[in-house]
């Protein structure tokens, strides 16, 4: 059975981060199990560009990097967990440490480049020197989504058969699942087979 691709529902590339292991048909899957498999996600989630990941393609420390991409997206399922649903608080820092240290590794610049307006844009840059700098990519994901990202709005679908956590985007905030499409419509379904089943006259 060919390996699903990788999703993106979660309306924040950090929150697909925790998406990268689920289990869509039943059977456990990781799109980060080795480092091959960390490029693609990169590249598909917009996180790293594709001529940036070629280069990297034939380093033997990537499966290393993969490996200690999946602790760092265990520690944010950890916070995520404890955390979603409810504001977060100054005494919240403590808990980022081992965030700030990988944080601290990084080598970024700003860089000016014209877009395809003709104006010009300010973009951040990073010096690529080892594989290991790929866990930045994550890191800065994750920054953002704890700076910029409404917590109280940070959700796991509602299907208690899925681990899938999302960023709720939506005007009325009210969205239940982790896509309308898989989630949503087997709970319709499973909705409508119990009405079916009641006997006819019973009020629902």
Same mark, same amino acid.
């Given at each position: 059975m060919a390996k699903l691709p990788?999703?993106? @529902? =979660?309306d924040h590339p950090a929150l &697909?981060?925790?998406?990268?292991t689920a289990s869509p048909r039943g059977e456990r899957l990781d799109w980060l199990s080795d480092g091959e498999q960390l490029l693609d996600w990169l590249v598909?989630?917009?996180?790293?560009?594709?001529?940036?990941?070629?280069?990297?393609?034939?380093?033997?420390?990537?499966?290393?990097?993969?490996?200690?991409a999946r602790e760092l997206r265990e520690w944010w399922r950890s916070?995520?967990?404890?955390?979603?649903?409810?504001?977060?608080?100054?005494?919240?820092?403590?808990?980022?440490?081992?965030?700030?240290n990988? @944080? =601290?590794?990084?080598?970024?610049f &700003?860089?000016?480049?014209v877009n395809a307006a003709g104006a010009f844009v300010r973009t951040r840059q990073r010096l690529w020197s080892s594989s290991e700098q790929?866990?930045?990519?994550?890191?800065?994901?994750?920054?953002?989504c704890l700076c910029e990202v409404d917590f109280t709005l940070v959700r796991r679908c509602e299907?208690?058969?899925?681990?899938?956590?999302?960023?709720?985007?939506?005007k009325s905030h009210r969205r239940r699942w982790c896509s309308m499409a898989v989630c949503g419509n087997r709970a319709k379904a499973a909705a409508h087979r119990s009405r079916s089943r009641r006997p006819a006259g019973t009020r629902t």
């Open positions: 990788p999703m993106s @529902l =979660a &697909d981060f925790l998406n990268t598909c989630s917009g996180l790293l560009d594709a001529g940036t990941a070629h280069g990297f393609v034939a380093d033997d420390g990537l499966d290393a990097v993969a490996r200690s916070f995520v967990a404890r955390y979603a649903g409810q504001p977060l608080t100054p005494t919240d820092i403590h808990e980022l440490e081992p965030l700030n990988l @944080l =601290a590794q990084d080598s970024t &700003d860089h000016i480049e790929l866990l930045q990519t994550f890191a800065a994901a994750i920054a953002d299907n208690p058969e899925c681990t899938l956590w999302f960023h709720d985007t939506t």
